[in-house]
C-alpha cells in the first residue's frame, strides 16, 4: 500500500527558504515516479518538481527553475523540495505525489499520478 505524507509547510517572506518533505511508503524512487505539485486557490494543480531513478531524471516547472531543487533519499523512505528564493506567486498547498509507470517519468503531468498526500501549506508574503 502507497502511503504518501507531507511536512515542512508554513509561512515565509518573500525571498525566504522552506524545506518540504513527504515521508512515502510502498514506493521508491527506483521503481515510481514521485514529485511535487501545488495548488492555489482558484487555479489547476500545476506540477512543480518529478523525480525518477533516484533521482537520475528530474523535471521542474520554468517558474522554479534555479530556486528549487528536488532530492530524495530511499533510505530515509523521503522525499524532499527545497525551495529557496521564494515569491507570493509560490503560495499554494503542496503535495507530494507517485505512480508506477515508468514510461513516463519524470512527469509534470497530475493527471499522470495515482498515488497522493494530504498537503502542507506553503504561505509567502510580501
Known amino acids: 500500500q502507497v502511503q504518501l505524507v507531507e511536512s515542512g509547510g508554513g509561512s515565509v517572506q518573500a525571498g525566504g527558504s522552506l524545506r518540504l518533505s513527504c515521508a512515502f511508503f510502498?514506493?521508491?524512487?527506483?521503481?515510481?515516479?514521485m514529485g511535487w505539485f501545488r495548488q492555489a486557490p482558484g487555479k489547476e494543480r500545476e506540477g512543480v518538481a518529478t523525480l525518477y531513478d533516484g533521482g537520475g531524471f528530474t523535471n521542474y516547472a520554468d517558474s522554479v527553475k534555479g530556486r528549487f531543487t528536488i532530492s530524495q533519499d530511499n533510505a530515509k523512505n523521503a522525499l524532499y523540495l527545497q525551495m529557496n528564493s521564494l515569491k507570493p506567486e509560490d503560495t499554494a498547498m503542496y503535495y507530494c505525489a507517485a505512480h508506477f509507470n515508468p514510461a513516463r517519468c519524470p512527469s509534470l503531468r497530475s493527471f499522470e499520478y495515482t498515488y497522493w498526500g494530504q498537503g502542507t501549506q506553503v504561505t509567502v508574503s510580501s
Open positions: 510502498g514506493v521508491t524512487t527506483s521503481n515510481g515516479c
